[in-house]
C-alpha cells in the first residue's frame, strides 16, 4: 500500500517529464532575465551617451540658426544685402 500513501500527485511531480519542464522553465527565466538586465544596461548606456553629445549637438544647431535669423533682420532692417551675399566669392 505504499504506493496509495504517495499518491498520483507525488508519483506525477517525480517523473522525468516533470523535471524536464521545471529545468526548461527554470533555464528560460534565467535566459530571459539575462536579457533583460543587458537590454536596460544598453539602453542606459544609449541615453546618457545621447545625453552628453547629442542634446548639446541640438542647442548649439539651434542657438546658431536663431543667430542667423537675428542678422538676417538686422540686415533687412537696414537695408544691407545679407551676410551670405556680400561676402567676396
Known amino acids: ?3 496509495a500513501e504517495g499518491g498520483v500527485l ?3 511531480s517525480e517523473s ?3 523535471y ?3 529545468k526548461a522553465a527554470s533555464d528560460s527565466a534565467f535566459v530571459a532575465k539575462k536579457l533583460f538586465k543587458s537590454t536596460g544596461k544598453a539602453a ?3 541615453g546618457t551617451t545621447f545625453l552628453v553629445l547629442v542634446v548639446p549637438l ?3 544647431m539651434d542657438r546658431e540658426q536663431q543667430f542667423n535669423e537675428l542678422e538676417m533682420q538686422q540686415a533687412s532692417l537696414l537695408g ?3 551676410p ?3 561676402a567676396p566669392r
Open 1 to 3: 500500500m505504499s504506493s
Open 10 to 12: 507525488s508519483r506525477f
Open 16 to 18: 522525468p517529464i516533470v
Open 20 to 22: 524536464k519542464g521545471k
Open 44 to 46: 542606459w548606456i544609449l
Open 58 to 60: 541640438i542647442i548649439e
Open 80 to 82: 544691407t544685402p545679407p
Open 84 to 86: 551670405s551675399a556680400a
